[in-house]
């Protein structure tokens, strides 16, 4: 699409996603206007529960790091020209594998030897429920968005099974949630770490994981760009009967995709429930594969532009928290309301202003020349 409005690169990846951020504020504004808040007032609020301590910022960087797994999952599939809408479901399914690695695997190892084993079983899991909508998809025609909605409905239905009948607390807890993992499989959180090197960081749910999470806009970016299956997908998902000419295998290329994306999705799993949570518990995702979405059209699906997007809806969810408490009246469903808003016209409708600017550009160039 991009390629067609001849937009540069400056516009297309700096203006253009700074004016939808724009018009999405301006258009959120009015809604809180409209119900009845001062959006000054409100705006205040959000970016300073967000970004105005410590802790506040903790939270923000915690949101971002599951918005940063599932941006990078949807953008490795469009890569490949397939919209995977299923990262939810795979994390769902990654959680599984994870609490089976960490309760019935070994739990009697020590933390440097579980970890790398439930990173890798949540990793595992995700691949897995991410290349049966591929496999469908190559082989049998099956379209990817309906077979990867119904994947996040397996998913969820089957946490729910086996939570309830398997992996559910004992001592007759009405709870549904798995026993607690053992203490070697949990991530250590920020302030744990920064507190071994003298370091006083107030409580957060900010972890390790969020290291995992730059590890894997690197790998991505090395990936896709500078390794030859990274260009073998893009090829596949630029051109599918050029690459086929060409010699590549579009279906070995879908699987591919599919698993690295499903892979990537699973790292919520180790962010949520080694990380913070520390058991298996119902809808520990709460919307994160969905938000992905947004995340990576907004970051182009590039990894430098996905960390910024993440942060940014990272903001909104920590913000959104502090404003439905601070402001009588605003309540959660007004503040997803105005988040939804932003999503729609920072994610959704990103590209809806590129011919505008199109025309802008070529106005401009035509006068430069004059």
């Known amino acids: 699409m991009s390629n067609a409005l001849a937009l540069p690169?400056?516009?297309?990846l700096g203006i253009l996603p700074l004016w939808n951020l724009a018009v999405a504020l301006v258009v959120a504004a009015l809604?809180?206007?409209?119900?009845?808040?001062?959006?000054?007032?409100?705006?205040?609020?959000?970016?300073?529960?967000?970004?105005?301590?410590?802790?506040?910022?903790?939270?923000?960087?915690?949101?971002?790091?599951?918005?940063?797994?599932?941006?990078?999952?949807?953008a490795v599939a469009i890569h490949c020209g397939l919209f995977n809408i299923g990262a939810e479901g795979q994390a769902t399914f990654a959680g599984l594998g994870l609490a089976l690695a960490a309760l019935y695997l070994a739990p009697g190892l020590p933390a440097w030897a579980l970890l790398p084993l439930v990173v890798g079983a949540a990793a595992l899991f995700g691949a897995v429920w991410g290349l049966v909508p591929g496999y469908l998809q190559a082989w049998r025609g099956s379209h990817i968005v309906?077979?990867?909605?119904?994947?996040?409905?397996?998913?969820?239905?089957?946490?729910?099974?086996?939570?309830?009948?398997?992996?559910?607390v004992g001592g007759g807890s009405m709870v549904i949630e798995s026993e607690p993992f053992p203490e070697a499989a949990k991530l250590p959180a920020v302030h744990e770490l920064a507190a071994r090197f003298g370091l006083e960081l107030p409580s957060s749910p900010l972890?390790?994981?969020?290291?995992?999470?730059?590890a894997a806009c690197v790998f991505v970016a090395w990936f896709l760009w500078r390794t030859r299956a990274g260009y073998a997908l893009r090829a596949v998902g630029s051109a599918p009967r050029a690459?086929?000419?060409?010699?590549?295998?579009?279906?070995?290329?879908?699987?591919?995709?599919?698993?690295?994306?499903?892979?990537l999705a699973g790292m919520v799993a180790v962010n949520e429930l080694s990380g913070v949570q520390g058991k298996l518990t119902l809808d520990f995702v709460a919307g994160a594969g969905?938000?992905?979405?947004?995340?990576?059209?907004?970051?182009?699906?590039?990894?430098?532009?996905?960390?910024?997007?993440?942060?940014?809806?990272?903001?909104?969810?920590?913000?959104?928290?502090?404003?439905?408490?601070?402001?009588?009246?605003?309540?959660?469903?007004?503040?997803?309301?105005?988040?939804?808003?932003?999503?729609?016209?920072a994610g959704a409708m990103a590209m809806v202003s590129a011919p505008l600017f199109a025309k802008l550009y070529s106005l401009f160039k035509g006068a430069g020349r004059g």
């Open 9 to 12: 690169r400056w516009i297309e």
């Open 290 to 345: 969905f938000t992905g979405i947004a995340v990576s059209l907004m970051g182009r699906n590039h990894p430098v532009g996905i960390v910024l997007a993440s942060l940014l809806f990272g903001v909104l969810y920590q913000g959104g928290v502090e404003v439905a408490f601070e402001l009588p009246g605003f309540s959660r469903e007004m503040v997803v309301t105005v988040q939804g808003l932003i999503v729609l016209f």
């Open 207 to 214: 972890n390790a994981a969020a290291l995992l999470a730059l």
């Open 243 to 263: 690459a086929q000419y060409a010699g590549l295998n579009p279906r070995a290329q879908v699987l591919v995709a599919m698993a690295l994306s499903g892979a």
């Open 31 to 74: 809604v809180v206007k409209l119900i009845g808040h001062s959006p000054v007032q409100a705006f205040e609020v959000l970016v300073n529960g967000a970004l105005g301590s410590p802790r506040g910022l903790g939270y923000t960087l915690y949101y971002a790091t599951n918005f940063i797994f599932t941006g990078l999952a949807v």
């Open 146 to 168: 309906i077979t990867t909605i119904m994947f996040n409905f397996l998913a969820a239905t089957l946490n729910v099974y086996l939570l309830v009948n398997a992996l559910r």
